[in-house]
């Protein structure tokens, strides 16, 4: 069993300076922020469609999810991902 459900894990990226990595699957079609430090989950955000890739700013403040007809840049904020 995947820690992101039934589906694999399309995209990952590690932040450079905050303790962060993030992950995106389509089976579940959601982007996870995990803390490896503590190695929790800090945030998941749901999607509409399939997101397929994704990677992180270096300040970890923001992410840019690529999807199947399009590529999202979004802010991460403490209790949510907004579109930038």
Known sequence: ???HG???VTGLDVCVRKP???TVSSGDRTLRIWNYLSQKLELCKQ???DP???T???TGLH???GFADKVRLMHILVDD???F
Do not use: K
């Open 1 to 3: 069993s995947s820690f």
């Open 6 to 8: 039934p589906g694999a």
């Open 20 to 22: 962060i990595v993030a």
């Open 47 to 49: 999607f509409a469609e």
């Open 52 to 54: 397929l890739s994704v």
């Open 56 to 58: 992180l700013h270096p």
């Open 63 to 65: 992410a840019i999810i």
């Open 81 to 83: 991902v907004r579109v």
